[in-house]
């Protein structure tokens, strides 16, 4: 029953005690929590403290949760990478960087048939707006976003002016949402922007293509 | 008065400068890549402006997007129940009931908007609405209170029982650094065991323990997930999640990001012929 609720209304039974809610969010963003954590932290022990530690926390404050505020995805991904850079400062881990382009091509063919196709075409073109974006400016948003680096550090780290990192970070997060903005669709309703998949997803999920030249 | 012309005029560039900062940093702020002193300026900033607020909202999006560019990993299958187990005994933040009453409206407002039948007929709805949620939480509390008083019930009667009669339960002990311990009183005739602590460190309030059984195999199983008190003492009786004669080892750790997760107990079972099980406490 509660498997087809919205994530709002499962926080709103979530904030009345319901525990079966909790589990039904954390079936359906589990992995998304889990994944963040692991890419931010390199352990999946910490991992799965980050991810536990996420989900203890929506119990508790789910009455806290304000949908006009946020989507409910934006706020629990800020307290999933939150906690896990947290602890990644406290261990002064350096020197790891977000998902490669190696990794980001294999993720799409691991980005696998378990996820949702919201939760997979949301993926899908994430991971094509990041390799759109020229090798530089990508490095700097990983390092800020998966390594917690500020400006900054960022700058010390690749030995390039402060004023290089905050252009090449302005660029980049402005062509990030151009990219991923919803688009209207001729039906007037709002959508996800269309995407290219790899070819290999194309290969193993036609039906995926043709719905992403819709939004074309 | 031209010196309080010339503060307006140096306070509106001051504003302007403010929010042009503000704007220009939001991106990197919604990365969270601003230095201490930068995000201080633009949240005093965002405080009383509403454009830059919504203007973030927007970053806000396209940075938590970001999260969905990582490659998946299935969570290991025992966190489900860990997580379960955890919320089970965590409490909530009191917040108000869901469904909130209309804003009163004053004198003649409120008079116009009662003589209108369907707005007073909506208005009782919710109210109605409101009463039943506020009943469901207070039901759902009693529940758990009876729960809890259930629990109580049966640490009772273990703890009766184990005095009139200690040789209907196995006894382990495991014993760690700093006077850290554990009792695991195990009876047959009921497959419960009760797990006594004393001594183990202090977490915090929201911080849990786990209890984890090892077999032969490698794997490990949660048993249960308990909160001890600031002496470290803990007592919780529960079912093993399998039978007692295939638990090679036991380990107890804390269960939060915010703490070291090595174990602060652990032990083997050892079996001798003809002589009970005992555990060894290996040296942590």
């Not at chain 1, 997803?201 to 043709?210: I, L, Q, V």
């Not at chain 2, 704007?23 to 405080?47: F, I, M, S, T």
């Not at chain 2, 998946?72 to 919320?87: E, G, Q």
Request: with cysteine; glycine share 4%.
């Amino acid at each position: 029953m509660t498997q087809q609720r919205s994530d709002e209304e499962l926080l709103k039974y979530i904030a009345q005690g319901d525990e079966e809610a909790l589990v039904t969010l954390y079936d359906r963003y589990g992995r998304l929590v889990y994944s963040l954590a692991y890419q931010v932290l390199q352990d999946h022990q910490l991992a799965e403290e980050v991810t536990q530690d996420v989900f203890t926390r929506v119990w508790q404050a789910a009455t806290s949760f304000d949908p006009k505020k946020s989507r409910f995805t934006t706020w629990l991904t800020s307290i999933t990478r939150n906690r896990a850079i947290d602890i990644l400062r406290r261990r002064r881990v350096r020197g790891l960087t977000g998902p490669g382009e190696a990794e980001l091509n294999t993720a799409i063919t691991r980005a696998d048939e378990r996820l949702s196709p919201e939760y997979h075409l949301e993926a899908l073109a994430v991971r094509e707006a990041l390799r759109q974006l020229p090798p530089d400016q990508r490095q700097v948003i990983e390092l800020a976003y998966f390594n917690g680096m500020t400006q900054r550090e960022i700058a010390e780290h690749l030995n390039i002016p402060l004023g290089t990192v905050k252009t090449r970070m302005r660029l980049a997060m402005m062509k990030l949402r151009h990219l991923l903005s919803p688009v209207p669709s001729e039906d007037g309703k709002r959508k996800p922007p269309s995407v290219n998949p790899a070819p290999a997803t194309r290969e193993r999920k036609p039906e995926r293509s043709a719905s992403d030249q819709e939004g074309v | 008065m031209g010196e309080g012309i010339a503060a307006k005029e140096h306070t509106g560039a001051m504003s302007d400068q403010a929010h042009r900062f503000a704007w220009d940093n939001l991106p990197a702020y919604a990365l969270g890549a601003l230095e201490e002193d930068e995000r201080r300026q633009v949240e005093a900033h965002l405080r009383h402006c509403s454009l830059c607020q919504e203007e973030l909202a927007a970053w806000q999006e396209t940075a938590h997007k970001l999260a969905y560019a990582v490659p998946f990993y299935d969570p290991p299958s025992h966190l489900r129940a860990v997580i379960r187990h955890v919320v089970a005994i965590s409490p909530q933040t009191v917040a108000p009931a869901a469904v909130s009453t209309p804003r009163p409206a004053r004198g003649n407002e409120l008079a116009s908007f009662l003589q209108r039948p369907y707005m007073f007929l909506t208005t009782l709805l919710i109210l109605a609405l409101g009463l039943v949620g506020w009943n469901v939480r207070l039901h759902r509390q009693m529940n758990t209170l009876r729960a809890e008083m259930s629990e109580v019930d049966e640490m009772r009667s273990v703890i009766v029982e184990y005095i009139n009669n200690p040789s209907a339960f196995e006894h382990f002990t495991l014993e760690g650094p700093n006077g850290a311990r554990a009792h695991l009183l195990y009876s047959s005739a009921t497959n419960r065991l009760t797990l006594i602590t004393d001594g183990l460190p202090w977490l915090g309030e929201d911080a849990v323990y786990t209890l984890w059984f090892h077999d032969g195999s490698g794997q490990r199983v949660l048993a249960t997930v308990f909160r001890c008190d600031r002496t470290g003492r803990a007592i919780v009786v529960f079912e093993p999640p399998f039978p007692l004669e295939n638990v090679t080892e036991i380990t107890i750790m804390p269960s939060r990001a915010t703490t070291p997760s090595s174990p602060v107990l652990n032990g083997r079972l050892k079996r001798h012929e003809g002589s009970p099980a005992i555990f060894v406490s290996s040296a942590l």
